[in-house]
């Protein structure tokens, strides 16, 4: 499955996160050309995810009785359309409302592949494949920050670099949904490439645990919104939203400001903190799977990523500051696997579905506050110091969180493991 699914929703899930962060690079032409400020590019790049609050829950339901294939496919072509209409934009306004569309339309494709994945990899696996999956996020920058730096020197046809930019890296999401609606399998029992002993095991596997998820109380949608693990599980996300956005979508104007450099060379150097990243969520996924052990493989990171921030905070230099900012974005990003295998492993059926969604639709608003908050301080002192400190104490906050929410999952993980056949290994 590592081998035949995941390449394949690595990619779809790059492709989302390349159309959610290229504004990062836009902007550095919009800003002159559509007089767009600093406070309105925060507020603007952080609304995305007022569109991806409000439409995830009810899209991963939607999901759940329509199915992945069906349903993802959609998604991808309609904000793939919708991340092409961004060469419209003409200033503040309609930039927010392209943004907050763009979020509507990706907000039930990460909940849904989340759910998709608890629906085939077992949980002793699962945060290996997640972290994997997540490192869609760093290839995104690592590919898409040249190309995109590239792409604004385009100019022709009565269109500038940035409109080309999004109209050139919007096509891909259109094209793969049609794909997606032809190939993907909506579970095991359909997947023609598993051997017979395979689809055996692992039916065996999943079955296990679903009878395991049996025990759970099957609660409806309201006692999931109500619950406290979830609102705490939420807060733990809400900074890992904050500092992924709020660095990603900084980056460019952080290092041309300080560096001057032209736009491909910016996304060069962009590139750096995103290797980093990819490193730390593959070490930490693949350690947190080894040991069992989710609450520490989720705090500690949190932890080293908020003494990367202040790091960054206090750096007179390019170098440092560049260092510091990959630093905290690579131990926040590094979090999501063993986050994930801790959140999911204590929900079933329909609360997974609505569970999943809530946490992270309601994390995912962290992803408003990070841009924005770097924007408010970017406006009142023309600097970055300011923002990046408030994004490191929420990581500070998360990893406390996390170590108090953790527990129980951990415990029972470790007490409900299946024993491992000769295929596991």
């Given at each position: ?17 390349l ?13 002159g ?5 600093d ?43 919708v ?18 569309l ?6 039930g494709?990460?909940p ?36 995109s ?28 949904g049609g794909?997606v ?8 029992h ?20 679903k ?12 006692r ?6 979830l ?58 799977d ?10 500690v ?5 908020a003494?990367g ?50 946490i ?10 990070g ?5 408010i ?21 998360s990893?406390?969180?996390a ?21 596991a290994?």
């Amino acid at each position: 499955m590592m081998l035949r699914l995941m390449p394949f929703l690595f990619l779809l899930y790059i492709v989302a996160y390349l159309d959610r962060i290229n504004v990062g690079f836009g902007i550095l032409q919009m800003r002159g050309q559509l007089g767009i400020s600093d406070g309105d590019y925060g507020r603007a790049a952080g609304i995305f995810f007022a569109g991806y609050f409000f439409f995830q829950l009810p899209s991963n339901l939607i999901l759940e009785k329509v199915g992945v294939r069906r349903w993802i496919s959609t998604l991808m072509a309609v904000w793939g359309i919708v991340s092409c209409l961004m060469i419209f934009i003409r200033g503040p306004v309609s930039f927010s409302v392209m943004r907050f569309l763009l979020g509507a339309a990706e907000a039930g494709f990460f909940p849904g592949i989340i759910l998709y994945m608890k629906q085939w990899f077992p949980g002793t696996s699962r945060a290996r494949a997640v972290a994997w999956f997540m490192t869609a996020n760093p290839i995104a920058g690592i590919v898409g920050s040249p190309i995109s730096g590239a792409l604004l020197n385009l100019h022709g046809s009565g269109l500038s670099g940035w409109q080309w930019m999004f109209l050139i890296e919007g096509l891909p999401a259109i094209v793969l949904g049609g794909i997606v609606f032809v190939t993907l399998a909506d579970s095991p029992h359909q997947a023609r490439w598993l051997k017979g002993e395979e689809k055996a095991w692992l039916l065996n596997e999943l079955a296990t645990e679903k009878s395991a998820d049996l025990e759970l109380p099957q609660h409806g949608f309201w006692r999931v919104l109500l619950s406290p693990t979830l609102w705490l599980l939420s807060v733990v996300y809400f900074a890992v939203a904050t500092t992924m956005y709020g660095l990603t979508l900084w980056l460019p104007s952080v290092i041309r400001a300080l560096s001057g450099l032209s736009y491909f060379l910016t996304g060069v150097v962009a590139v750096i903190p995103f290797v980093l990243t990819t490193a730390a969520m593959v070490l930490v996924g693949m350690s947190s799977d080894r040991t069992r052990e989710r609450r520490w493989h989720t705090a500690v990171p949190a932890f080293l990523g908020a003494a990367g921030l202040l790091l960054a905070g206090f750096g007179h230099s390019t170098v440092l500051v560049v260092a510091g900012i990959g630093l905290g974005l690579a131990f926040a990003e590094s979090m999501v696997g063993p986050f994930w295998a801790m959140a999911t492993s204590s929900m079933a059926g329909i609360s997974a579905a609505a569970g999943i969604a809530v946490i992270n639709s309601l994390g995912n608003l962290g992803g408003y506050f990070g841009p924005d908050i770097i924007g408010i301080f970017r406006t009142a002192n023309g600097g970055f110091r300011g923002g990046l400190l408030a994004i490191s104490a929420t990581l500070v906050f998360s990893g406390s969180i996390a170590l108090i929410v953790g527990r129980r999952s951990n415990e029972k993980a470790k007490a409900t493991a299946p024993v491992k056949s000769s295929l596991a290994g």
